[in-house]
């Protein structure tokens, strides 16, 4: 069997929002380094990602769309037509090469998809994982959904392709896509719409027509921790995973569930998080892992650093290398001091899942076959 591929460039750092925008690229480059001094890279075939093409990205956009943004690339002011594509202002400021930025994340994650399709157990795209564009408009800081390409790509080849995001925002672009689709199951598991951008991602959202019941959401309260997570997890979502039968799998790798991250409501640990990463390896089907949200400079490196090992099958010691640059912000990779939660938080976000894993299993299992 081939190895697997970690894609990764230096000019991804490209993408960048401005110093105030709260995504911030370096979290590519120490994820990118914290490997490195680990000699975890020596295990993987490690690729410089071509940029897509705009030919690759109208089957996810609007050739409109797709346009506007090839015609800011040089960072002018934003003009009427360009706010109505959601550019130029909030989440998505221009920025000088947002075209070509957009472009190298997008295409790697393209290759990522094309390196599965062409035999690769597992193809990673840290820079990836923008779910949250849509097919004429960008949104939350994402301008192209690379998930989207990507999917697209597996179908060249495979039957029925499996979406799994465990981002703390729902992925509602990609949801948006393939919501009439039976061939793409799109999962995500996400702090509830009523407290968190992006206002959606609840059980009703079935899908529609030929794609109805192929749209699966579970929806958490603020201040969910590890065990009801895990547990809304396995006892909702992985039971239609597995019961769909996936060929392929995306899984975006969004790590803000994380009860450090500052633009969200979830008390995951690293290693709780980390549990529905070793659900989807052992479905035993090639695997497309893309990156995603991630908000806190101290999280997002070992979070990814993690879901490597795992993918990858590199062993990893708990304690970083003290080679590595930020070694003193990042000593180790799990979390060894829990947060502490108020016990009716605590109540509250159990029974919200309770009636969330209800909700999925009553309107969803029989569609696959599952007893609720």
């Known amino acids: 069997m081939s190895k697997g591929v970690f894609y990764y460039s230096d000019a991804f750092q490209s993408y960048d929002m401005g110093p105030q925008h709260p995504l911030k690229p370096i979290r590519l480059r120490r994820t990118w380094e914290l490997l490195r001094e680990y000699g975890a890279l020596e295990a993987v075939r490690v690729e410089e990602p071509s940029p897509c093409t705009t030919a690759d990205l109208i089957p996810a956009h609007s050739p409109e769309f797709v346009e506007a943004v090839r015609a800011v690339n040089e960072g002018p002011s934003p003009s009427g037509r360009h706010v109505r594509f959601g550019l130029g202002f909030g989440d998505n400021p221009l920025f000088p090469g947002i075209w070509d930025a957009s472009c190298l994340y997008t295409g790697a994650s393209l290759d990522a998809a094309q390196a599965v399709v062409d035999g690769a157990p597992v193809a990673m795209n840290i820079s990836g994982g923008l779910h949250h564009a849509h097919y004429d408009r960008a949104a939350g800081f994402c301008v192209f959904n690379d998930c989207v390409v990507a ?129 989807v390896h052992a479905l035993g089907v090639p695997v497309v892992a893309l990156g995603g949200g991630g908000y806190c400079p101290t999280t997002v490196p070992r979070m990814w650093a993690l879901a490597f090992s795992e993918l990858f099958g590199v062993d990893l010691p708990d304690a970083t290398p003290p080679t590595f640059s930020y070694h003193d912000h990042i000593p180790v990779l799990r979390d060894h001091e829990l947060p502490e939660l108020e016990p009716h938080d605590l109540e509250r976000a159990a029974h919200y899942a309770e009636r969330t894993v209800r909700e999925v299993r009553e309107h969803l299992f029989p569609l696959h076959g599952l007893d609720a």
Do not use: K, M
Request: aromatic content about 12%.
């Open 151 to 279: 999917i697209h790509r597996l179908r060249s080849r495979f039957q029925r392709v499996a979406y799994v995001d465990i981002d703390v925002h729902h992925g509602d672009g990609v949801q948006e896509a393939f919501y009439s689709d039976p061939t793409v199951l799109t999962l995500s598991i996400h702090e509830t719409g009523q407290t968190l951008y992006p206002g959606t991602g609840f059980v009703g959202e079935l899908g529609v027509r030929e794609g109805h019941g192929y749209s699966v959401n579970v929806p958490l309260w603020p201040y969910t921790n590890d065990a009801i997570w895990v547990g809304a997890w396995r006892r909702a979502a992985l039971p239609i995973l597995q019961a769909f039968r996936p060929q392929a799998v995306v899984v975006q790798l969004g790590a803000d569930p994380h009860f450090l991250d500052p633009l969200a409501h979830l008390f995951l640990t690293a290693q709780g998080w980390l549990e529905a990463v070793v659900d």
